[in-house]
């Protein structure tokens, strides 16, 4: 199917061709009939692509301040490959789409509805339930296309609450400042609208507001208070995309005493105090379209606010808007100014240096059937492979796996067969990028492919357990990126699993960190050393907001399972003996502290009398190191600081090693793996200590939420 993409690096826009995107419950899947560009939002959003390195930094001080903190704690490289990715990163374009369901996802939408959604511009795409709305019959696909955009505006009219008689003011009268216009008038209210642009002006004064046109020299303060009989207006809402603080300024000058001021669009915000001061003025910004945006629970779980509580969802103005427009107050056909087929996408966009566009449409063709079948799209040519080849399919192409694990499995050696994602964009950019033969998005076809005898898997951590265990029943060697699973039952299951192959398959867990040079070293130190050791070993791991994904036990199992592994895998290597108890603690609940479990500290004891201590902490500085490991024994002491020096202090032998740039054994791990199916050896990891390291993952993680 075909879906336009932009690069973020470069501002290049792309119809490129996509496998259909896997559905999942409590989402529609839908075939596009038509879709809306955004004139405002995508053309932004292609002027940051174009612009320099330099432009985007200075739109973005707060990144370039994330970027400097990661410089002091990585180095520069790394934050550079970082930044890199992050911009490499495909941007899937649009959000104002209608068609027709195909498959609801065990929704109540009916199967062959048409439905409005805030989908892609893409032949299909798949949408969460709360993010879709039915279409009345009597309203046309090319006037639905537009609930989206005018949801913005219902938002924004909202926040502003104006009364029957009331005078508003919109600056700016592009898409939104003019659906705007109208849903005021339908409220009842007096409008003046301000822009630049003759023709928009008129189209104003066509829905029943007045105008002032500031290219024709216009003075919008006078107007305003001739408008409003010298009362001031009552409100006024911002809908311009301007730098300039003027729309503020001259909004706050604009309003009666205790006036309101809504800020739907993008403008400056270098605020005076004087002007709300002495008339207590009320300055709010809207929020996209409504409550539930950018709310996990609401959007991706489906989870609605009760109605009684929050009356306007974002899907409830979704439908208030085509209510709108089913009853006549609500037109959209005069905005209409362009029209393309999708496969002239490109020449649409160009339509966006033409300040004077308003309402782009793209038709979509009626070929639903093939678009839903098409889950697999070949990048290159097939090639030969041999039966000492590892040839590997990829599970997931988010940000780790497209800028850590498949260059290094490239570089490792890997025959890179297919990249399976549940959406395909990434699945054809990463795919071409780095020269897999196939992009899919069909776990069950990756699976059935008799070549790839190697499955890679990078999804999100509650998904490991079952496709580990599917890929291990299809006879397939399996790398797994940790956690191996989130629960006892799920490790269960995969021994079962892997115990009924009886060794044809191997498994391995991505725990990199004993392949790191320094720690390939450290061992070595530590290989003559018969006493019993201690260890403590710190990760200043950072804070991620408590609505994060890895953070919910459900879906990542918490940063314990699904990060600190990482160091109970590393002292079982160092300690080279088995694990025989532990004993953890975490910071105690207190007001303000959403998540307890990641500031924590983990002590394990080991059956030849060593022990360690994990401090595994979220609420620590950018400018202390992230990662520090040392061992005590043989009357010294063995220091790494981040994966980027080695001390020895009284260490005989041995001083201090450095590199140049920090290595945490990434590359190590996926050459060790690699060759281990080339060679037909044995796996680096023994199954048993993958699971011994599993267990007591799952145990700990669990005793620290009691």
């Keep these: 199917m075909k879906q336009i993409l932009q690069n973020i690096a470069n501002g290049e826009t792309q119809l490129v ?81 209608v068609g027709i369901v195909q498959d609801n996802g065990g929704t109540a939408f009916e199967v062959g509805s048409r439905v409005i959604s805030n989908g892609n511009h893409a032949e299909i795409v798949r949408v969460p339930k709360n993010l879709c709305a039915a279409i009345p019959s009597n309203v046309d696909d090319e006037s639905a296309a537009f609930t989206v955009l005018a949801a913005i505006a219902m938002q924004g009219v909202r926040i502003a609450n104006p009364t029957i008689g009331e005078t508003v003011v919109v600056t700016g009268l592009g898409l939104i400042g003019l659906i705007t216009v109208q849903l005021l008038r ?9 822009d630049f642009d003759s023709s928009k002006c008129a189209m104003a004064r066509e829905f029943g507001a007045e105008t002032v046109d500031l290219s024709q ?18 409100a006024v809402i911002i809908t311009a995309s301007t730098k300039s603080n003027d729309p503020v300024s001259h909004g706050a000058n604009m309003c009666r005493q205790r006036g309101r001021i809504v800020l739907v669009g993008v403008v400056g915000l270098e605020l005076s105090r004087a002007d709300f001061y002495e008339k207590e003025i009320s300055f709010q910004v809207s929020c996209s379209y409504g409550p539930g945006r950018y709310d996990t629970e609401y959007e991706d779980k489906g ?8 009356r306007w969802t974002e899907q409830r103005n979704f439908e208030a808007v085509l209510d709108l427009m089913s009853s006549g107050a609500l037109d959209m056909k005069p905005l209409i100014s362009h029209r393309f087929e999708i496969d002239d996408a490109i020449n649409a966009y160009k ?22 079948t098409k ?3 070949s990048i ?12 590997c399919g990829f599970i997931g192409g988010g940000n780790y796996a497209s800028r850590v694990l498949i260059p290094a499995f490239k570089e490792a050696g890997a025959r890179l067969d297919t990249l399976l994602t549940s959406g395909g964009v990434s699945a054809v950019h990463h795919g071409k990028k780095n020269d897999f033969a196939n992009a899919s998005t069909d776990l069950t076809q990756l699976l059935e492919n008799k070549a790839v ?132 603690t975490c910071m105690g609940k207190a007001d303000g502290v959403d998540i307890t479990e990641d500031k924590a500290s983990i002590t394990l004891t080991f059956k030849d009398g060593s022990f360690g201590t994990i401090n595994y902490l979220a609420n620590g500085g950018k400018a202390f190191a992230k990662e520090r490991i040392e061992v005590f024994a043989n009357d010294g002491v063995l220091q790494i600081d981040n994966f980027r020096k080695l001390i020895g202090y009284d260490w005989k032998g041995f001083s201090k090693e450095k590199l140049m740039t920090q290595d945490k054994g990434q590359a190590n791990c996926s050459t060790a793996f690699i060759e281990s199916i080339q060679s037909g050896q044995a796996s680096p990891i023994a199954f048993d200590e993958i699971m011994e390291v599993a267990r007591c993952s799952v145990n700990i993680s669990e005793s620290l939420r009691k």
């Design 17 to 97: 061709e996509v496998p259909c995107p896997q559905n999942k419950n409590g989402q529609l899947l839908i075939s596009t009939t038509k879709s809306l560009v955004s004139v405002g939002t995508e053309r932004m959003l292609i002027d940051f692509g174009k612009s320099g390195w330099i432009q985007k930094a200075r739109s973005q001080p707060d990144k370039v301040k994330m970027v400097l903190g990661k410089v002091k704690t990585d180095g520069l490289m790394p934050t550079i490959d970082a930044v890199r990715s992050k911009l490499d990163q495909p941007l899937p374009l649009g959000y104002c789409n």
């Design 186 to 194: 339908a409220n009842g209210c007096r409008v003046l609208g301000i």
């Design 217 to 234: 020299g216009e003075d919008a303060i006078a107007k305003a208070n001739a408008f409003s009989r010298g009362q001031g207006v009552d």
């Design 303 to 310: 989870n609605d606010y009760p109605v009684g509580f929050v």
């Design 351 to 372: 339509c966006l240096d033409d300040r004077s566009s308003l309402g782009i449409l793209l038709n979509y063709p009626s070929n639903a059937d093939d678009l839903l």
């Design 375 to 377: 889950k697999l799209v």
């Design 380 to 391: 290159r040519e097939p090639q030969n492979y041999t039966a000492q080849d590892a040839v």
């Design 453 to 584: 005898n190697t499955v890679v898997i990078a999804t999100q951590h509650n998904l490991h357990a079952e496709q580990v265990i599917q890929a291990i029943d299809a006879g397939k060697n399996v790398f797994v990126e940790k956690p191996l699973a989130l629960t006892h039952d799920e490790l269960d299951a995969i021994e079962i699993a892997y115990n009924k192959q009886q060794g044809q398959c191997k498994v391995m867990v991505g725990y990199n960190r004993r392949f790191a040079p320094h720690v390939i070293k450290m061992k070595k130190l530590l290989a003559n050393v018969a006493e019993p050791k201690a260890f403590i070993m710190t990760m200043n791991a950072g804070a991620i907001p408590s609505d994060h994904w890895t953070q919910d036990p459900e879906i990542g199992g918490g940063r314990i399972i699904g990060e600190a592994c990482h160091y109970i895998d590393l002292m079982r290597f160092l300690a080279g003996s088995e694990i025989t108890g532990f004993t953890a």
